[in-house]
Structures are given as C-alpha cells and as structure tokens.
C-alpha cells in the first residue's frame, strides 16, 4: 500500500533556528514529491521535485529529493513566526497526492 | 491566492442527509481533484476528473460521487452523511493530470 510517513510530527523552535523537515514515501508508479505549507485551510505549493539530487530553493526554504532512498527534505533557514505552520509533503503517482500526516512547526519569537 | 474557490466555507448537517460541495478551478485547468482531511491527518485522495470524465479513485465508498462540468468546475455529492465523514473537503486543480495541484479553502462540514 502507498504510504508517505513525516517526521517529526511536531517541532517547536525559536525564530533563527534552522529545521529539517524529514519525508519518507512508498509510492507506486512513483513520478513526484511535493512539498505544501498548510496554514489555515488551503495547502499552499510550495515545491515540486521530480529528480534526485537537484536541490530547489525559494528564499529562506530549500527541498531536494533522494528517489534511491526514497525520501525528500525541506529545509527552513532563519525561521520567522510566519513559519509557523503544518507542513504537508505528498508523493504523486499517476492520478493522485498521497499525503504524510505532515509536521506541525511552531516558531517562537 | 491560487483563484481554486470552493463554496461553501462551512456547512452543519445531521446523519443520513445529502450535501452538495461545488469548486471552481483555475482559469485554464482542465483537473480537479477532491480530498478528505480528518482532523490533524494529511489529505485523502477521494477522486478525480479530467475533461469531465473520472480519471481514478480512492478508497471512498460509491455515495460519495462527482462530477465535472464542460466549465471544468466540478461537484462533490456525499449520500446518506455518517458522523466521520465530518472533515474539511478540499478541492484541488491543475493544468492537466500529473501537474502541480493548486487547492481551495476548502469546505468544512460538519455532521451532527
């Protein structure tokens, strides 16, 4: 069965920290990951990686994508309390999103 | 903004009824996909259409069904509501199947 797994499941930092957020995922017919920041309802975009090793970069937020081991990270530098937020990571295969749990970060002033 | 609207914001109803949720996809999307979001869970894939045709399906039972419009807006019909189906429905649209999916606002309904 498909299955995308998030961790951790929650963080709590200080504004300035860097995080790591960490996405493992088992999909069939496999073709991209995707990255979404939920704040309150929608999920925003926020990457879309479908080749290894190629890091994407959007301001302070970066992701890159290991299709061998099979897992993607996101990386938020200098956070800001606008950061706070759950953050959804999806695996996509032929016609779906299969979503991890996502992780809840919380930045602190 | 990603201008996927979907109507309406919030909905109450009780065991048994109808309900009916609508979304409107990104001027030139020709994909909307639908999902499921229980409390503090990722999204479930319910299903998609592509050029008002379904394009695939998931692990949801026959009373929730849909439909695509030529517009390429599309609705989300859930028969005889049971308490769980209580969740916020997200409706997702792209260009065209495998491409980014953008969502909307969602629908939080509630079932009494």
């Known amino acids: 069965e498909d299955k995308v797994v998030q961790s951790p499941l929650s963080l709590v930092v200080h504004e300035g920290d860097t995080v790591t957020l960490n996405c493992s995922y088992e999909v069939t017919n496999f073709r991209s990951l995707l990255w979404y920041k939920q704040e309150k309802k929608a999920p925003t975009f926020l990457f879309m990686l479908t080749s290894s090793g190629i890091e994407k970069k959007s301001g302070r937020l970066s992701s890159i994508l290991d299709k061998k081991e099979l897992f993607s990270i996101l990386n938020i530098t200098a956070t800001q309390t606008g950061d706070s937020a759950i953050y959804l990571c999806a695996g996509y295969n032929t016609d779906k999103l299969i979503f991890g749990t996502g992780t809840r970060l919380q930045v602190f002033p | 903004e990603t201008g996927v609207t979907q109507s309406p914001t919030h909905l109450i109803k009780t065991r048994g009824q109808q309900v009916t949720l609508r979304c409107s996809s990104q001027?030139?999307?020709?994909?909307v996909s639908w999902y499921q979001q229980a409390l503090g869970q990722g999204p479930q894939f319910i299903f998609q259409?592509?050029?008002?045709?379904?394009?695939g399906r998931g692990n949801f039972p026959p009373r929730f069904s849909g439909l695509q419009f030529p517009n390429y807006s599309s609705e989300l019909n859930v028969n005889a509501l049971e308490l769980d189906d209580s969740a916020l429905y997200l409706c997702?649209?792209?260009?065209?199947?495998?491409?980014?999916?953008?969502f909307g606002p969602g629908t939080r309904l509630t079932v009494l």
């Open positions: 997702a649209s792209s260009l065209s199947a495998p491409d980014t999916q953008y």
């Open positions: 001027s030139g999307h020709n994909t």
């Open positions: 259409y592509y050029r008002e045709e379904e394009n």
